[in-house]
């Protein structure tokens, strides 16, 4: 059964970082394409950035430059750094697992889904 489990959301002031962790296993091919998506109260679910198999990524125009996406393969965990945070980065943060090595960019594209954590900063 594949799993995917966010952690490392919380509250923090505009202008300060949160790290967010997502934890996978279960699912037993390494070359999956995998993202961070975000969904703000009222909006729909949008794309914030996309590693592929070969370390590739790819970041929302809102968030490139402040946010890196990285994986640690030995650990089955991708994360996500964001910095510089603005208050229109709140949303609930979700780690997902594509169909393919290919990385689309609509939630269509990907396979499997994590919970979420949600991420909350204050102007």
């Known amino acids: 059964q594949v799993q995917l489990v966010e952690s490392g959301g919380g509250s923090v002031q505009a202008g300060g970082s949160l790290r967010l962790s997502c934890a996978h296993s279960?699912?037993?091919?390494?070359?999956?394409?995998m993202a961070w998506f975000r969904q703000a109260p009222g909006k729909e679910r949008e794309g914030v950035a996309t590693?592929?198999?070969?370390?590739?990524?790819r970041f929302a125009d809102s968030v490139e430059g402040r946010f890196t996406i990285s994986k640690d393969s030995a650990k089955n965990t991708l994360y996500l750094e964001m910095n510089s945070l603005k208050d229109e980065d709140t949303a609930m943060y979700y780690c997902?697992?594509?169909?393919?090595?290919?990385?689309?960019?609509?939630?269509?594209?990907?396979?499997?889904w994590g919970q979420g954590t949600q991420v909350t900063v204050s102007a």
């Open positions: 997902a697992l594509g169909w393919s090595y290919l990385c689309g960019w609509e939630p269509t594209d990907f396979r499997y």
């Open positions: 279960g699912y037993p091919y390494s070359n999956r394409c």
């Open positions: 590693i592929d198999y070969n370390g590739n990524t």
